[in-house]
Every structure is written in C-alpha cells, then in structure tokens.
C-alpha cells in the first residue's frame, strides 16, 4: 500500500540524490491538448529543502514542460527504483519557470554542477507527496549518462545558443508559449 508524506524527510531525500532519472508530467487545460511525459538524467535535480525542488531544463526536442506550467502550473515528478528495494515516489505540484535570461537565474544554476547552458530551471512547490509499490519496476544497471545533448549544447557560441532556443522553443506542440524573449524596455 501507497503512502503520503507531509514533507520530504532525509530518507526521501537521500533516496532521490541516488536516482540516476526521473520523468516529468505535465498537460495544458485544453482536453484537445498534449499529455506531455519526459525522462531527464545528468544529475540535473536539487532537493532545495522539505517542500521545495528544482531541475535544470537543458532543453531537447520541444518545450511541452515549460509551456505547461507557464500555463497551469500543474507538474508531476515521478521517481523510480531500478536498483535496490522497489518504490516509486511522485511529487505532485506546481511549477515555476526561472529562463536563462532572468537576472537571478547565474546565482540559481549554480545548485547544478555543470550546468551553465541549461535553458530553462523548473522549480516546484511540492503539494503532494506519494509512494507506491514499485514492484512492477525492472532492475537495471547504470552504464554512463549519454553525452550528445551536452555535446549538441556546448559547441555553440553561448549567443548563438540562446538564440536558437529562443527560435526553436518559441511555442508548444499545442501552440502555448514557450521560450519568451523579455520585454525591451520603454524609451
């Protein structure tokens, strides 16, 4: 049987810091709209403390995550056991978008080693937090994370890439805003 925590303690959190994946879920209000589900490695999550997490967003095919939650904030991380004791634990919540340009955004990515050229961080106020069996979960060995985004990130000048994003990440599959370039100020 399933069950719920108030906050994350230090055996939750111990538990995430030594998970290699996680996914993310998210949808836009619209029943016509995308369900979007998406894995993410590269050590790229942060427990910030007992309600409150964070992902670096290094960006990949499209922007359904970020578009979702600028729309609803509705966010769901979900955790499996693929070594050890069976468990599956999700963190149900509502997120908030911190993009590459904001002007904290230098002092924030630097909770993620190596993590400079991320697009996006998605923070999440936690509201729910959930086990379940997990039993159904295959065991599977870690070999490396794989280096082609990383690579795909980092061979482009840093204005180049964040033009890219900016074109390429400019809306949904829904059509929902995605990447949003930051209003010129007035004269």
């Not at 959930?130 to 990383?150: H, M, N």
């Amino acid at each position: 049987m399933g069950k719920t925590y108030e906050q994350l303690d230090q055996k939750l959190i111990d538990w995430i810091g030594g998970q290699k994946m996680f996914f993310v879920a998210t949808a836009p209000l619209s029943g016509d709209g995308l369900v979007n589900l998406s894995p993410k490695g590269y050590d790229a999550f942060r427990v910030i403390d007992e309600k409150t997490v964070a992902y670096a967003d290094l960006g990949g095919s499209g922007i359904e995550t970020v578009a979702h939650v600028r729309e609803n904030q509705r966010i769901t991380i979900m955790f499996c056991a693929f070594e050890g004791p069976a468990m599956i634990l999700r963190l149900y919540g509502k997120g908030r978008i911190m993009q590459f340009d904001h002007p904290d955004f230098d002092k924030e990515i630097a909770r993620f080693e190596n993590f400079g050229r991320a697009r996006n961080i998605v923070f999440i106020d936690v509201e729910r937090i959930a086990d379940s069996c997990g039993w159904g979960v295959p065991f599977y060995d870690f070999k490396s994370e794989r280096d082609q985004l990383t690579r795909y990130i980092d061979h482009r000048e840093l204005e180049d890439w964040r033009e890219s994003r900016m074109q390429k990440n400019a809306e949904s599959l829904d059509g929902l805003p995605g990447m949003v370039r930051a209003a010129k100020p007035a004269e």
